[in-house]
């Protein structure tokens, strides 16, 4: 499963770096990609393994905001 969240709060490259690794490390995450420009976090993920809502969870607890 693909998806795409707008994420706000996002401004460095400590950012992205923060994002990709702990979604990254989430189980059934394959791929997570950071758009700082658009403020958005690209994600492809075995739904069957993890959620949406625990891929926002984790972007949040990280400091951000879900859009």
Known sequence: MKDTLKVQGMSCNHCVN???ESVGNLT??????VDLGRGEVS???D?????????KKTIEEQGYDIA
Not at 28 to 33: C, D, N, P, R
Not at 48 to 54: E, I, N, R, S, Y
């Open 47 to 55: 739904n069957q393994k993890t959620t949406l809502d625990q891929i």
């Open 28 to 33: 059934g995450v394959s791929s997570v990609k």
């Open 18 to 20: 923060s994002i990709e």
């Open 43 to 45: 994600v492809e993920f």
